[in-house]
């Protein structure tokens, strides 16, 4: 690709943070690497910058551009897209550092289009889009955009790096709900903050549902106020009493794996029930997949159970006690679904619409299970009851033909259904525990359907009117365990915990672990969710109240921090090219004093792409742990987990933030953007320079212009007409003669000797101007004298008149034309047009049939 560089432009300064070595090898590696594709041999080895660069200490950005369409051509055609590049080396002493850097499209909309999309920022930035240069947001507005943005509030100056908050230690905090809370969903946000989400259960629609806190702050999550309602609508969260979804008695929600931030909740809106979707990260509604219409009967989907996932389906029960099913990645039913009726319908009468779903779901070793208690407004009655859906065949388990009794009487009613596995972690079965006028009863079956005693969790022994909710399993050091949230009858709010690797209540845990430093004891717990990064439970329950457990101790508040980094150094650049990452340094706890922490007990886990630990290194007092030995090339992903067992929390102040920052060897961060070049002639370039600050001041990089080759729609077009006059007068076939004119001439006009007037017609019938048009007359050169060197625009022609004294008869005189296109680059080789001829005739024509004029 054709670059131009700006005079000033001189090698970049080396990276503060590298070795003398290693900088030496930027200089000349990084140089070539930023270059166009094309251009990497023909180009000095030298990068360009901003002449704020020559100033020691401040920050550089460098532009490069790179031909999408084309690789490897040195100019781009009408129609190409461009690839452009800019790279930033920080030179900031802070660290980190605030840090932003703008491109503006110039000519966005005339010579070149922004290409939706294509926005790439490095890992740690937020990109941002405009429509008028200013006003920037975070939805990408499309080919309309005229600049984009990327910020990042924590650069580090080496500029390779990804940083993550520590989670500091989750204390209990009581939120204005509305409705009481159900179990929390944690959602880890790009810049390493972990927000706890959660959605009401039971209310109606209209009211507001869904709440976010901020574990990392404390406080509520930016885009309140909060509660806000939700809506089947894809958008951005209302506020007010203006939803249109209700939600059941014990929601379970699945995150998507290949969407992060979005997450699936079920949901009963006007005419059908199906799975909602929130997207955590947008703050929006992204939808609503109807699975069954409501309106049936004898028996009508109300409401539903679920939702659970497994194979990349999610999964639930209607009320009739069919199984329903969204295909996640397509967020579409399923085909052939609802399925079988696998429970008793469960409060089920037409026209008790928005009615609540008794029992729960879950999924083991691959299958969908689920409990049900047929109450009064149900179309059957009976005991509770345990069903099984098989996703294999699309049909009821073998073994569970029909729905298997899982209660006393049919006055028992149900919040739960859980697994079961033998001490080596293999699932074995299937229980719920239901409550009546006395204690809580435990039944279970293996997974082929037959009776199973129920393990010694300690459910059976909890005192009348207590409810049990569904576990949280956790599986850490070998030990694989259940964590039931349990309120009701003498118990405020209560956690159980069993142990299926040893088969007895968890070593070290309380037979029942209240919380009373928590609301006063009053959570009334309805469920847990793991985070595996801190090592803590986070809980919440009809009190409205969010408080973090000791999953160990069962002590609340969990006196533990965390963070998660992943490291995906090719995430980093975007100019298509390699050789950028030359190996991985370390990672390294910041703005923390590990004194306060019981280094014996925190772990320091690295994983690759595939979630396979690479090792698990000591936490060494100084905080960094080295990386260096881990092939980049083997492993081109890592995660480090980094978990603390805190002794003292007083490094988490309003001001003071401990952080995870990971970090690779390799070239200067890259932002790209692609742009289209417009199909207009007229484009004969496209220019693009970036602009930016950081705490160095305002920078500014190289201008970069590329060359636009016209191609063939944009190219002249030029035909040569050669004509021979047909009568012997000097004035009719003078310049501007009338003639007539002809290919052949008149047999006799010439005798067997003469003079011949001749007229060339050129025209050019392309889009643009013909350039130094010549004509060519290897037979005449008098032609090619009187016709000199001119410029003929598009759409139009020129004639030229010369004559010859002819010696010899027949003569067959042939005419073209040279030319060059106006917007071609300097260089560009004329084009030739296709040949014209005429035959100046004698009586030897009368032999010459076969001497036809062109």
């Not at 605030?98 to 070149?112: C, K, L, P, R, Y």
């Not at 204005?176 to 810049?191: E, N, Q, V």
């Not at 049936?296 to 209607?318: D, E, R």
């Not at 003071?656 to 200067?668: E, I, K, M, R, W």
Request: net charge negative; hydrophobic share 35%.
């Amino acid at each position: 690709m054709a670059i131009r560089l700006m005079p000033a432009e001189r090698s970049r300064p080396p990276r503060r943070r590298a070795a003398v070595a290693v900088s030496t090898v930027l200089l000349a590696v990084g140089a070539g690497s930023l270059q166009p594709l094309s251009a990497l041999a023909a180009t000095p080895a030298s990068a360009p910058h901003s002449a704020a660069a020559d100033a020691p200490g401040t920050s550089t950005l460098v532009k490069t551009a790179q031909n999408v369409t084309h690789p490897g051509q040195s100019t781009a055609g009408h129609g190409d897209t461009v690839n452009w590049t800019v790279g930033y080396h920080s030179s900031a002493s802070a660290d980190p550092a605030s840090a932003t850097i703008t491109d503006a499209i110039q000519g966005a909309g005339e010579s070149q289009s922004f290409v939706p999309g294509s926005l790439s920022v490095p890992p740690g930035w937020t990109p941002s889009w405009s429509t008028d240069g200013t006003t920037f947001t975070s939805a990408d507005p499309g080919a309309a955009t005229t600049a984009v943005r990327a910020t990042d509030p924590a650069a580090t100056s080496d500029g390779t790096g990804v940083r993550a908050s520590l989670l500091p230690p989750v204390q209990a905090a009581a939120r204005s709900t509305g409705g009481d809370g159900f179990t929390p969903i944690l959602y880890r946000t790009p810049s390493g903050d972990v927000e706890a989400w959660n959605i009401y259960h039971h209310t109606g629609p209209a009211v507001p549902l869904v709440v976010c806190n901020d574990l990392s702050s404390g406080q509520a999550c930016a885009g309140g106020p909060w509660p806000r309602p939700l809506n089947t609508t894809p958008g951005p969260l209302g506020s007010g009493s203006t939803g249109n979804v209700y939600t059941p008695l014990t929601p379970q929600y699945v995150l998507d794996p290949g969407r992060p931030g979005v997450v699936y909740y079920p949901a009963v809106a006007a005419g059908a029930v199906g799975v909602g979707c929130l997207d955590m990260g947008a703050r929006a509604n992204c939808g609503f997949v109807p699975l069954l219409a409501s309106n049936g009967t004898p028996s009508s989907a109300n409401g539903l159970a679920g939702i659970v996932a497994t194979g990349g389906k999610a999964y639930g029960v209607a009320s009739t006690g069919q199984v329903l099913c969204m295909d996640i990645a397509a967020r579409a039913a399923c085909s052939g679904q609802p399925f079988a009726r696998i429970v008793p319908p469960n409060h089920d009468v037409p026209g008790n619409t928005n009615a609540l779903y008794q029992g729960s779901t879950v999924v083991i070793d691959g299958k969908v299970f689920a409990s049900s208690a047929p109450q009064n407004g149900s179309t059957a009655g009976g005991p509770p009851a345990l069903g099984c859906f098989d996703p294999a065949t699309g049909d009821v388990c073998a073994g569970w033909t029909t729905p298997h009794p899982a209660g006393p009487s049919a006055s028992a009613y149900t919040y739960n259904a859980f697994g079961t596995w033998d001490a080596a972690g293999h699932a074995t079965g299937v229980c719920t525990t239901d409550t009546t006028a006395g204690t809580p009863a435990t039944s279970c079956y293996a997974l082929d359907g037959s009776p199973a005693a129920a393990p010694a969790t300690g459910l059976d022994a909890l005192s009348a009117g207590t409810l049990v909710f569904n576990p949280e399993v956790v599986s850490t050091d070998g030990d694989l365990r259940s964590y039931f949230a349990v309120w009701g009858g003498p118990n405020p709010g209560d956690t159980l915990c069993y142990s299926w690797t040893h088969a007895a209540p968890c070593a070290g845990f309380p037979a029942l672990a209240g919380h009373p430093g928590v609301n006063g004891g009053a959570t009334r717990d309805y469920g847990y969710s793991y985070d595996a990064t801190t090592g803590c439970l986070i809980g919440l329950g009809d009190a409205g109240v969010l408080f973090s457990m000791d999953p160990a101790s069962g002590r609340s508040p969990c006196v533990h921090s965390g963070a998660t980094v992943e490291l995906r150094p090719s995430a980093f650049y975007c100019d298509g090219a390699g050789g950028h990452v030359q190996g991985y340094t370390q990672a390294r706890l910041e703005d923390i004093d590990l004194a306060h922490a019981d280094l014996t007990a925190s772990t320091v886990t690295v994983s690759d792409t595939g979630g396979d630990v690479v090792a698990r290194p000591a936490l060494p007092a100084n905080g960094i742990i080295d990386l260096s030995g881990i092939s980049a090339a083997d492993h081109p992903s890592l995660t480090v987990t980094v978990q603390l067992v805190l002794t003292d929390t007083s490094d988490f102040t309003t001001d003071n933030h401990p952080a995870l920052t990971a970090s690779f060897q390799g070239d200067d961060p890259q932002v790209c953007l692609r742009t289209m070049v417009a199909a207009d002639c007229a484009t004969t370039q496209v220019t693009d320079t970036a602009t930016g600050a950081d705490s160095t001041g305002a920078l500014t990089s190289n201008a970069v212009s590329v060359d636009v080759e016209p191609g063939a729609s944009c190219r002249p077009h030029v035909t040569v007409d050669k004509q021979i006059c047909t009568v012997a007068s000097p004035h009719a076939c003078g310049p501007g003669g009338a003639g007539p004119w002809a290919k052949t001439s008149p047999v006799g006009l010439l005798g067997l000797l003469g003079t011949a007037y001749w007229r060339i017609t050129v025209t050019n019938d392309g889009p643009v101007d013909a350039v130094g048009v010549t004509v060519n007359d290897h037979t005449t050169p008098q032609c090619h004298i009187a016709a000199g060197t001119f410029t003929l625009a598009a759409g139009a022609s020129a004639q030229v008149w010369c004559s010859s004294f002819l010696l010899a008869l027949p003569l067959t005189n042939t005419a073209s034309a040279t030319y060059g296109a106006a917007l071609d680059p300097p260089g560009t080789p004329p084009v030739t047009s296709a040949p014209s001829s005429a035959i100046a005739c004698s009586l030897l024509c009368i032999l010459a049939k076969g001497d036809r004029a062109a």
